[in-house]
T-cell receptor, first 114, second 119 residues
Framework: DAKTTQPPSMDCAEGRAANLPCNHSTISGNEYVYWYRQIHSQGPQYIIHGLKNNETNEMASLIITEDRKSSTLILPHATLRDTAVYYCIVRVWKQLQGAQKLVFGQGTRLTINP | ETGVTQTPRHLVMGMTNKKSLKCEQHLGHNAMYWYKQSAKKPLELMFVYSLEERVENNSVPSRFSPECPNSSHLFLHLHTLQPEDSALYLC??????????????????FGAGSRLTVL
C-alpha cells in the first residue's frame, strides 16, 4: 500500500490560495490520489481525485507531478469555512466484490485566518 | 445533508448496555462502510459491505456486530463496550461494481457520524 506524507498543520490567510502538499513516493502506476477533508466533528467530504493529469472542479485543483511522487491540492480563494483537516489518500484497491478500501492518515490541519 | 443519515448523533451508554447505531443512505449505492475515529487518531476502517455481503472485517472485537439487511441500511450493534470504545463512528457508502477498481470514479460519501461515549 502506498503511503502518503503530509505536513501536520498549515495556515493560510482568507482570500489567498491554500496549497496543500502530499508526498506519495511509492505510488504504483494504477493508484489514484484522492483528497478528502473533514470539518470539525463532521464526516469526511470528498474533494477531488486524479491519476496523472491535473484536475479541477468547483472545489479545488489537483496538481500531480510528472513522476507522480507528489501532489498539491489548491484551494484558489480560501474562506474561513475551508478550515478543516485535509487528507491525501492513495487508493488501495482490493478486489472485494468491487468495494474499495480507503486508508486515512493524520492529514493536514488547515487553518484559514481572517 | 450528504445523503447518508446516521442516528443517533450522540449516544451515552454504560458498559453493560446494548445499543445500536443506524445508518441509511439515499444515494442508491451498493457498498457501505463503518469507520471509527478516536480522539486525535486517524479514521480506522472497521467493516465493509458490498451488495449486502460483508467483505472486510478489520480485526474488530466481537462486541461490535454489524448488520446490513439491505443495500440502503447498515447497523452497528454494540454490547459490553469499554470506555476506550468511545469515539466518533462514521458510516459511508459508495457505488462500486466488480472490476471497477482501476477506475477512479468510486468515491465515499460519509454521514455526519454518531458520537459514542461509554461510561
Amino acid at each position: 500500500d502506498a503511503k502518503t506524507t503530509q505536513p501536520p498543520s498549515m495556515d493560510c490567510a482568507e482570500g489567498r490560495a491554500a496549497n496543500l502538499p502530499c508526498n506519495h513516493s511509492t505510488i504504483s502506476g494504477n493508484e489514484y490520489v484522492y483528497w478528502y477533508r473533514q470539518i470539525h466533528s463532521q464526516g469526511p467530504q470528498y474533494i477531488i481525485h486524479g491519476l496523472k493529469n491535473n484536475e479541477t472542479n468547483e472545489m479545488a485543483s489537483l496538481i500531480i507531478t510528472e513522476d507522480r511522487k507528489s501532489s498539491t491540492l489548491i484551494l484558489p480563494h480560501a474562506t474561513l469555512r475551508d478550515t478543516a483537516v485535509y487528507y491525501c489518500i492513495v487508493r488501495v484497491w482490493k478486489q472485494l466484490q468491487g468495494a474499495q478500501k480507503l486508508v486515512f492518515g493524520q492529514g493536514t490541519r488547515l487553518t484559514i485566518n481572517p | 445533508e450528504t445523503g447518508v443519515t446516521q442516528t443517533p448523533r450522540h449516544l451515552v451508554m454504560g458498559m453493560t448496555n446494548k445499543k445500536s447505531l443506524k445508518c441509511e443512505q439515499h444515494l442508491g449505492h451498493n457498498a457501505m462502510y463503518w469507520y471509527k475515529q478516536s480522539a486525535k487518531k486517524p479514521l480506522e476502517l472497521m467493516f465493509v459491505y458490498s451488495l449486502e455481503e460483508r467483505v472486510e472485517n478489520n480485526s474488530v472485537p466481537s462486541r461490535f456486530s454489524p448488520e446490513c439487511p439491505n443495500s440502503s441500511h447498515l447497523f452497528l450493534h454494540l454490547h459490553t463496550l469499554q470506555p476506550e470504545d468511545s469515539a466518533l463512528y462514521l458510516c459511508a457508502s459508495s457505488q462500486d461494481r466488480p472490476g471497477q477498481g482501476h477506475s477512479g470514479a468510486n468515491v465515499l460519501t460519509f454521514g455526519a457520524g454518531s458520537r459514542l461515549t461509554v461510561l
